[in-house]
């Protein structure tokens, strides 16, 4: 099985399952319930808006996480992977992309209503597209990150939780500063810490993957 051939199985998996809409849905819902919550005053729902989305973001990926990594371990797919020679690295460098690819550009599509409701405007909209763009990956490796360090442990999800949100915070501050920074050093430090996520959580992931094995 080749690495296309992993991020075609997930994909397909998440899809079936409806894993990939429920993060889409909950997003949605977020919105909506911070947009009654907040009231009708549109200049404070333009100015916590971008931090609310981002808020629902973060709230979003959370959804998936013990369906990442566990599944795969008790069916012992991981296990046939392995003995067919496909490194663990690369195995979490595939099912990083397919993740993402399940969740992070539905979000930005579901952004454009969840606009609506928030009361976005154009240019500010346009600002937290890019900053999605640039931060869902982050998202995307811690989640999986934190998958793989938490398979096999009892409570998965709300232990991947307590672990990841602390960890994912400079995401969410360059994230929801990018839309208010006019100079985009934000956004150039959201792309940073973005990058070194993405990088390094195929190596973090895979080492916890053969630490479960051995």
């Known amino acids: 099985m080749t690495m296309i051939e992993i991020i075609r199985r997930d994909l397909g998996l ?24 907040i009231g ?10 971008p931090g609310l989305a981002w808020l629902a973001a973060l709230l979003a990926a959370l959804l998936p996480l013990d369906r990442l990594i566990e599944p795969d371990r008790l069916g012992g797919v991981l296990d046939q992977l392995a003995l067919r020679g496909h490194a663990d690295e690369a195995v979490a460098a595939a099912k990083l992309i397919a993740h993402w690819l399940s969740f ?22 346009l600002r937290l597209e890019l900053a999605l763009a640039l931060g869902t990956p982050a998202l995307a490796a811690l989640g999986l990150t934190v998958a793989a ?5 009892r409570g998965t999800g709300a232990l991947g939780g307590l672990l990841m949100l602390p960890l994912a915070v400079p ?27 993405t990088a390094g959580a195929p190596f973090a992931a895979g080492a916890a993957l053969r630490a479960a094995r051995e």
């Open 40 to 49: 009708p005053d549109a200049a404070l729902l333009a100015r916590t808006g």
């Open 171 to 197: 995401v969410l501050i360059f994230g929801a500063g990018a839309v208010a920074d006019g100079s985009g050093s934000a956004l150039r430090l959201l792309g940073a810490v973005s990058l070194l996520l």
């Open 104 to 125: 992070g550009p539905p979000l930005m599509l579901a952004l454009l209503p969840a606009a609506a409701l928030l009361s976005i405007d154009a240019a500010a909209l």
């Open 14 to 37: 998440a899809w079936r399952s409806g894993g990939a809409g429920l993060p889409l849905a909950f997003f949605l819902l977020s919105a909506t319930l911070f947009a009654f919550a």
């Open 149 to 153: 360090l938490t398979a096999g442990l």
